[in-house]
Structure formats: structure tokens, C-alpha cells
């Protein structure tokens, strides 16, 4: 499974919505519902799905889900 | 019913897991017994694993899973060891009672450094680790049970006990914040006050203060350990979903 659809499916399952309503585009708080409990939770997810580590800094950057991909793409290769 | 009989509080925690903080002795040892005794899985903790030995041989005997860690809760990689560890050999981690505590008591203009950060230490950031850490598994498996055992000091004054009351107080603000970031996710988060309790930190009080001490309790007697577990039970139990966020206090009526 390519990163991008290991990341749908967590944002699917985490917060609760349908995997063919997240896009490339979609916002976590505005499109997807996301509190700032969830975004907390989604972060811890996907550091131990990918096994790196998300600064809060760089959490705080990171509003869609292309945005996640991108940044868990690079630290990967990093 | 006398009031010195104690029959069991007829509740389920079969298929739970907890961990329970400074269940060497007294409240905490009561409680970890209990818990047991009701079916939870209990990781029992303390300083020194070798204090856990009889609270470990009590489960055992009554034909009860219990595992002993040694663990200073002040230090974050060993309350993170802890954490792990359990969730390591049961898989999950439904409740955590934070009930490590300590009094270095003295009247505040010649209270030290070390006995204020020592209380504050183990009473706060003790709970506050080994919290965060139980948190992260609870939210992820949207159940768990989160107590604190405050006291009676948190909600009333004691003279020489600046340092364990603002950590008891403390305490309670904590479990209320906290209560309202994780009520979504089926975490409940409540604390217990217990007031005079019969253990080794009230017998080293002696009889003439005990007396003083009985006439302020409406009961007119000192609680017992397994009183205070009680209240631990209930909330645990699945018919404490709806409870969140509050204080119970066990205490014979003397804050009322």
C-alpha cells in the first residue's frame, strides 16, 4: 500500500467519514471535521504508522491531507 | 449492619486492565485488591517493586492477575516503561488510578525547597505522566477510566500542609480540564477525596489528635481503606459511564 492510501485510510478510520469524500485537498478542520483533540490524535497515528516523528511545529503547518503525505513522504526518505 | 463490616460491592470489571500507582500499602494496596478482586488485570506499582510482594501475593491468593512494576513516577521514561510494559503483555489499558503520594509537612515560612518540589513532584507530575501516557492508549481505544485519588486536604486548609494541599487541589483542577478534552472519546476522568483514613500515614498521627480528628467527622470514625476502593470500583464500573469530570468525596461528612 502507497503512503497515500495508508494516510486515507487512517484519516478515514480517525475521523469518522468516507474515504472517497477525502481528496488531495481536503482540510482536516474546514473539510473533514477535525477538532484540535482529532488533529492531536491523527498526528500520534501517523507517527506510529510511519514510525517518524512530527514536530508541533511542523503539526501545526500541515492542514490537509496532501500536506501530510508530503511532509511523511520526506521524512521517510530523510 | 455494623459500620465495621464491609460486604463487596457487587461490581464486574471482568476483561479490564488497570494500573494502579503506590499499591505497596495502604489506599492504594486496598485498591489494587479490590480491582483484582472484581476481575481487572492489575499492574500494581510502587518505588520498590520488592513493597509489592504482599499486595501481589493478596491478588494471587484470591485467585487474581496481578504484575508488579517498580517505577518513580517522577521521571518520564520510567512511567513511559510502565506503560508500555502493560500494554505489552495485556494489550490494553483501561484504567488508571493515580494514587502515589506523598507529605513532607511543615508550616509554610520555614518550608524547604525540597519539601515543597518533593510533594509537587510526586503528587503532580507523577499523575500528569503517567496520565498523558495511559491517555494516548485510552483515546485511541476510546474507553478508559481515569481516577485520581485526591483528599479532603485539596478541598479544605490543614495547617503545615501548604505543599500537599496545593498538589491535592491541583489534582482536581486536572481531572475537571481534562475530563472535558477526552469526554468524546468515552475517557472519563473523576477524582476521590478521601478524608481520615485508617493507614500507617494517620497512625503515625497518635490517639490524642485521633480523638480531635473523630470529633469533626459527622461518622464519628475514621474511614477504612476498602471504603475508599469502593468509590474506585464504581467508577471504574461500567455504570460510572456518565460520570465525569467530578469529585467524590469519602469522608464521613466532615467537608459537608
Not at chain 1, 42 to 47: F, G, I, K, Q, R
Not at chain 2, 119 to 139: C, D, H, P, W, Y
Not at chain 2, 207 to 230: L, N
Request: net charge negative.
Amino acid at each position: 500500500m502507497s503512503v497515500q492510501e495508508r494516510v486515507f485510510e487512517i484519516v478515514a478510520s480517525q475521523l469518522g467519514v468516507d474515504q472517497d469524500k477525502i481528496t488531495m485537498e481536503s482540510s482536516f478542520v474546514n473539510d473533514l471535521g477535525a477538532d484540535s483533540l482529532d488533529t492531536v490524535e491523527l498526528v500520534m497515528e501517523l507517527e506510529e504508522e510511519f514510525d517518524i516523528d512530527i514536530p508541533e511545529d511542523a503539526a501545526d503547518k500541515i492542514e490537509t491531507v496532501g500536506q501530510a503525505i508530503k511532509f511523511i513522504e520526506e521524512a521517510k526518505n530523510s | 449492619m455494623s459500620d465495621n463490616s464491609h460486604a463487596a460491592l457487587p461490581v464486574d470489571l471482568n476483561g479490564l486492565t488497570a494500573i494502579v500507582t503506590g499499591a505497596s500499602q495502604g489506599i492504594g494496596k486496598s485498591i489494587a485488591t479490590a480491582m483484582a478482586s472484581r476481575g481487572a488485570k492489575v499492574a500494581v506499582v510502587a518505588r520498590n517493586a520488592e513493597k509489592l510482594a504482599d499486595t501481589v501475593a493478596i491478588i494471587e491468593a484470591a485467585g487474581g492477575v496481578a504484575q508488579a512494576y517498580s517505577c518513580d513516577v517522577t521521571k518520564r521514561e520510567s512511567v513511559e516503561a510502565v506503560v508500555d510494559a502493560v500494554m505489552e503483555k495485556w494489550e490494553k489499558l483501561d484504567v488508571l488510578v493515580n494514587n502515589a503520594g506523598v507529605t513532607r509537612d511543615n508550616l509554610l515560612p520555614v518550608m524547604t525547597d525540597d519539601e515543597w518540589d518533593n510533594v509537587i513532584e510526586t503528587n503532580l507530575r507523577g499523575m500528569f505522566l503517567f496520565t498523558r501516557a495511559a491517555s494516548k492508549q485510552m483515546m485511541r481505544a476510546r474507553f478508559g477510566r481515569i481516577i485520581n485519588i485526591s483528599s479532603v486536604s485539596g478541598l479544605m486548609g490543614n495547617p503545615g500542609q501548604t505543599n500537599y494541599s496545593a498538589s491535592k487541589a491541583g489534582m482536581i483542577g486536572f481531572t475537571r480540564s481534562l475530563s472535558r478534552e477526552l469526554g468524546k472519546r468515552k475517557v472519563t476522568v473523576n477524582a476521590i477525596c478521601p478524608g481520615f483514613i485508617e493507614s500507617d500515614m494517620t497512625k503515625a498521627l497518635g490517639p490524642a489528635v485521633m480523638d480531635e480528628v473523630k470529633k469533626r467527622i459527622p461518622a464519628q470514625r475514621m474511614g477504612k481503606p476498602e471504603e475508599i476502593a469502593d468509590g474506585v470500583l464504581f467508577l471504574a464500573s461500567p455504570q460510572a459511564a456518565y460520570i465525569t469530570g467530578q469529585v467524590l468525596t469519602i469522608d464521613g461528612g466532615m467537608t459537608g
